[in-house]
């Protein structure tokens, strides 16, 4: 319940309906989306879109001819998906929550699951995510499941944001955060997440009845540099910046450099 309520703070802010639109937002979206495009079946297929935020990544596939189903447990991101997507046509919102879905069995091609497993604080908790995916696609159907990178407070918040300067805690809190994964909020509605080392989502994956096929580092190293905004609205530069991350987006050594990480696991019941 505590988590809840330092997640439902934090979201409530408004913040994350803008967060993948500048730079450093772009190149997570763009890797994302070429990643999941990968296995994704072919249009229309059904695609559940859960913990999906304000919904951006529901109207890019709708915009592909899918039909999605959205499900968040913020009212504030179903209000402004369904603002955004009026008259669209090819997407269902509502309040929901990853552990305890309100769609069917065998009922969807394809789930994405791009936040839940951030801010589930208990690994009981996250395979129930998990599981619930597991349920509701069809046999063979692949889960994408994203997760913070167990050294993204150390590498992303510490060296390139700097949040030191504003929370002298952080130099603290961040060895915790190597050893346990648990990276507690700073402030007041501040971020709160549990961060894994790639093998931990393995295992969680498995444990939850999915095949992993895949997992890979998402952004690469071009998340730390000060000019990525300017990067990635060079067409010349963000082909550079993402030929990096896909040459180096399963090198053992460097799966954990960047901020996210993303797993595909198969649905194989009974097997």
Do not use: K, N
Not at 175 to 201: I, K, N, Q, S, Y
């Amino acid at each position: 319940m505590e988590a809840d309520e330092a997640l439902r703070a934090y979201y409530e802010r408004g913040m994350e309906r803008d967060r993948l639109s500048d730079g450093r937002g772009g190149l997570e979206f763009s890797r994302t989306t070429e990643i999941v495009l990968r296995r994704l079946p072919p249009r229309p297929a059904v695609v559940a879109d859960i913990g999906g935020g304000p919904g951006r990544y529901a109207l890019w596939l709708a915009s592909l001819g899918y039909q999605v189903e959205h499900r968040d447990l913020m009212a504030l991101h179903v209000a402004q998906l369904t603002a955004a997507a009026a008259g669209m046509g090819g997407i269902r919102t509502a309040v929901g929550d990853a552990r305890c879905l309100d769609l069917p069995s065998a009922s969807v091609d394809a789930v994405l699951l791009l936040g839940p497993l951030y801010h589930l604080i208990d690994r009981s908790e996250r395979v129930r995510a998990l599981r619930e995916c597991a349920r509701i696609v069809r046999p063979g159907g692949p889960v994408f499941a994203a997760a913070i990178s167990r050294w993204a407070p150390r590498i992303d918040g510490m060296l390139r944001e700097r949040i030191h300067l504003r929370f002298p805690a952080a130099r603290e809190v961040v060895g915790e955060v190597d050893r346990t994964g648990l990276l507690p909020p700073l402030e007041d509605g501040g971020f709160t997440a549990f961060c894994h080392r790639p093998a931990e989502l393995r295992d969680e994956m498995a444990e939850a009845g999915l095949e992993v096929s895949d997992l890979v580092s998402v952004e690469g190293p071009a998340f730390i540099l000060g000019d990525l905004d300017a990067r990635m609205a060079d067409p010349v530069e963000r082909s550079v910046a993402l030929e990096v991350a896909r040459a180096i987006e399963r090198v053992p050594e460097l799966a954990g450099f960047g901020p996210h990480l993303l797993a595909t696991g198969l649905c194989f019941p009974g097997g």
